[in-house]
């Protein structure tokens, strides 16, 4: 069963500029049919429509044009029923109280879910201990550092074992292991069956917790696939790191461009689509006596980057 | 969850805006007392006055003192305990909205009742004071006065309504409903009769400040029931064009992506 269907929505805002009405189409067309279970990456640079899109696909938003079911409700017709079956956590938007202490905004939570006593209570007990927060419930959430918020923010949109979860930046403003631990949780959630749905410009957000990317550029889907074949499709680059047993001088080949050098190694990186493999690796093999060769796909960083920097779309 | 329970979650949301902004106890008094000093030297400015002109087109000191109770407690309900009301053109505009849009309850009583406004809390203090203290009351006097109170605030509530959700639909409104705002509760602290003309006519319609500034006598002091009922007739209207606006409004809600925390 899909959890998200989205056909050809669309979203448009309207800007005066002096006396003139200006119309900015953030979201075109987006068609979307995400499986119940399956975990997505929705990236592209900012102002590509990825939060609009969120904000349609969790009711905050009414879209221009187009249709949009999440778990078969219509979010805009439908918010509060879907609400309860699905969590949203912004990154750059807390919900929870920053003057009160942190358990008694989840104990709120609980009772804006509907959660009954009992079931709020030992929902609340299990995700204390899951994400270690004990310590921290009797602490104002102004006084929590910025990690600590964010996994009370995921604790609170976790309480009612929602079916979807909407993740817009979790990640933002953390440190390494903050970072790590909003995305065990997330890839948790996923293990127990629910769907999830992040946007995010960080790398290693996208490589630990989906399996899907879904990359947006100026409101439209400009691809769909695995998040290895993203690293593969859209940078047809290949990195070459070389071992060798004698001392490296950099190698002349056209088409090559040489990264890094030290005194027994290399690191080249050419376009698999201008050079064969084959034919860089020939080279070197008969120029060097070689120790040690891996041929790699650029990071995943460098494919965002390339996105980000408007580079020409993969086929 | 029981029925019970999810009505009752509406002052258990009220109760934690209160323990948010009393977090810091000091302020939280001093803001209160502060409001209840600013109202008691307007009443004291009235009591010089009357005492010079002690009837003024039939008004006296006391039914000033009831206006002033009338409508300090009409505004410290809406503006004090439903603390984002006169906030709501802002929360629009800096796309605010989205915390109460994206969790299961009513948007529009969650965000209202989710803030308190500390200082306005004094008019709450203020009100019933002076009603007890110099308004005589007595069972039925209390009745009557409760009964302008929830008249008073079911209008200032749905006027507040409709300025600030004009943002929806002009893109920009704060500016616009705090300066709407501030004449709709000038004009309610006058004795209605020095209005006339054009000017009365606005404010039974356009600012309808009118009702409220005829309160004391048409309510408290010689009950008049063709008042009483054009005057809830007028607050039903009101707010339901005020629901529509809201309602009609969230279509239109654009978001934004301001770093937000939940004050």
Redesign the interface.
């Known amino acids: 069963m899909l959890a998200v269907q989205t056909e050809r929505l669309a979203k448009v805002?309207e800007r005066?500029k002096g006396r003139q009405r200006q119309s900015h189409l953030a979201v075109d067309s987006v068609d979307l049919a995400i499986d119940q279970g399956e975990a997505v990456a929705f990236i592209g640079p900012n102002g590509a429509g990825k939060?609009?899109t969120i904000?349609m696909l969790?009711?905050?938003?009414?879209p221009s044009a187009g249709s949009a079911e999440v778990l078969g409700l219509v979010p805009?017709k439908s918010?509060?029923?879907l609400?309860?079956q699905i969590g949203?956590v912004?990154g750059?938007?807390?919900?929870?109280?920053?003057?009160?202490p942190a358990g008694?905004t989840l104990r709120?939570?609980a009772?804006?879910?509907?959660?009954?006593g009992p079931l709020a209570k030992s929902r609340t007990a299990e995700l204390v201990e899951r994400f270690a927060l004990q310590d921290l419930l009797s602490v104002?959430?102004?006084k929590l550092s910025l990690g600590q918020r964010m996994r009370f923010e995921i604790a609170a949109s976790l309480l009612h074992k929602p079916k979807v979860l909407f993740l817009d930046e979790p990640t933002v403003g953390l440190d390494v292991i903050a970072k790590a631990e909003v995305r065990e949780v997330v890839r948790e959630a996923n293990r127990d069956g629910a769907t999830i749905f992040l946007t995010s410009h960080d790398a290693g957000d996208i490589e630990s917790i989906a399996r899907r990317a879904i990359v947006i550029d100026r409101g439209r889907i400009v691809f769909d696939d695995k998040v290895s074949q993203l690293r593969r499709q859209w940078l047809t680059d290949k990195v070459v790191e070389l071992r060798s047993e004698e001392e490296v001088e950099p190698p002349d080949i056209p088409g090559v461009h040489v990264e890094k050098v030290s005194r027994y190694g290399l690191r080249l990186r050419f376009s698999a689509q201008d050079l064969p493999v084959r034919q860089v690796i020939g080279q070197l093999l008969e120029r060097y006596p070689v120790h040690d060769i891996t041929i790699s796909d650029p990071p995943l960083e460098s494919v965002i980057a390339a996105i980000y920097q408007g580079q020409a779309v993969p086929k | 969850?029981s029925t019970a329970?999810?009505i009752l979650?509406w002052p258990?949301?009220l109760l934690?805006a209160l323990?948010?902004?009393a977090?810091?106890r000091g302020a939280f008094v001093l803001s209160i007392a502060a409001m209840v000093l600013n109202d008691g030297v307007w009443l004291v400015f009235w009591w010089l006055y009357f005492s010079r002109f002690p009837v003024v087109h039939g008004w006296r000191l006391t039914d000033i003192a009831a206006l002033w109770a009338i409508g300090a407690t009409a505004i410290g309900l809406t503006h004090g305990l439903l603390g984002n009301l006169p906030r709501l053109a802002q929360l629009i505009m800096q796309g605010e909205?989205?915390?109460y849009?994206?969790?299961?309850?009513?948007a529009l009583p969650?965000l209202l009742l989710s803030r308190v406004h500390v200082a306005n809390l004094g008019d709450v203090v203020f009100g019933p004071m002076v009603f007890l203290l110099l308004l005589h009351p007595t069972p039925a006097r209390t009745g009557l006065f409760l009964l302008a109170v929830l008249l008073s605030a079911a209008i200032f509530f749905a006027f507040t309504l409709i300025v600030h959700t004009t943002t929806f639909y002009l893109?920009r409104a704060d500016l616009l409903a705090e300066q709407v705002s501030i004449s709709m509760v000038t004009f309610s602290t006058y004795p209605s009769p020095i209005f006339q003309g054009a000017l009365r006519v606005l404010l039974f319609t356009v600012l309808p400040a009118g009702f409220i500034d005829t309160m004391p006598i048409s309510v408290l002091r010689a009950p008049d029931p063709r008042f009483i009922a054009a005057t809830a007739g007028f607050a039903v209207l009101l707010n339901a064009l005020a629901l529509l606006f809201w309602h009609r409004g969230?279509?239109?809600?654009?978001?934004g992506?301001?770093?937000?925390?939940?004050?």
């Open positions: 805002f005066r939060s609009t904000k969790t009711g905050i938003l009414h805009w918010r509060q029923r609400a309860l949203t912004f750059q938007r807390s919900q929870l109280w920053f003057h009160l008694d709120l939570l009772a804006i879910y509907d959660l009954p104002p959430v102004r | 969850m329970d999810r979650f258990r949301l934690s323990r948010a902004q977090a810091y909205l989205d915390v849009l994206s969790l299961p309850k009513s969650h893109g969230l279509r239109r809600y654009e978001s992506n301001l770093f937000q925390a939940r004050l």
